[in-house]
């Protein structure tokens, strides 16, 4: 299954998460950047709120592109059979934790401005993103929106590999993905069009997408 884009991709998503259209007890979380994209169609189609949960994974010393686990403004999640198996030293994790973090706030305060982030607490919460490789991140972003006491976690991502998804499923209430590839690539293989979203983008659909659900 190869989607044209993320909003597509939103828009199928959307017709599987139809039970939740105009609920007043649920809120769609987006991991940014490119979730945004996904996560505006959804706030469309669904008629409810929007906002972000940020998360940042942690890399390996020696590959950038593996993810060793992840952190939140609130702490992290680590995975420690890997660490010990590859030697990572607790001064690397620990360094690495502190300034992604310092990354973070960084990003709320982009994102949010004044704003304070909406309200979890007995709520459906919603995670969005444009799909889960390791699945590090979107476990570290279900811990850390389960300290807010929601009534129910559902992670929604258009493609996911059949080991992250299993993870997924042993810590969110509910998991709809979209497309299980028995061999999973690199997560743009599965997109026509997947551009880098810049920050500057990923706001304006954040806004806009309030900004309509309050005119609603």
Do not use: W
Not at 97 to 124: N, V
Not at 170 to 195: M, N, Q, S, W
């Amino acid at each position: 299954m190869i989607f044209q884009d993320r909003f597509e991709a939103g828009k199928l998503l959307a017709r599987k998460l139809a039970a939740y259209k105009n609920r007043k007890d649920t809120i769609l979380l987006a991991i940014p950047r490119g979730a945004l994209q996904l996560g505006s169609v959804l706030a469309k189609e669904l008629q409810l709120p929007l906002d972000i949960v940020l998360t940042k994974k942690i890399p390996a010393p020696d590959n950038p592109e593996a993810a060793i686990g992840a952190v939140s403004l609130r702490g992290e999640l680590l995975d420690e059979e890997l660490i010990h198996l590859e030697g990572i030293s607790e001064e690397y994790v620990a360094s690495q934790a502190k300034e992604l973090r310092q990354k973070l706030k960084e990003r709320a305060a982009l994102y949010l401005g004044k704003r304070k982030p909406l309200s979890l607490q007995g709520k459906i919460v919603i995670i969005v993103d444009d799909g889960v490789a390791m699945g590090s991140t979107m476990l570290a972003a279900i811990a850390f929106v389960r300290q807010e006491r929601p009534k129910k976690i559902i992670v929604a991502i258009p493609v996911g590999s059949a080991e992250a998804l299993a993870k997924l499923r042993e810590k969110a209430d509910g998991v709809i993905c979209l497309h299980t590839p028995e061999f999973f690539y690199a997560l743009g293989a599965f997109y026509r069009e997947f551009p880098q979203v810049e920050d500057e983008e990923a706001i304006k659909l954040l806004r806009k997408a309030n900004e309509r659900k309050r005119r609603c």
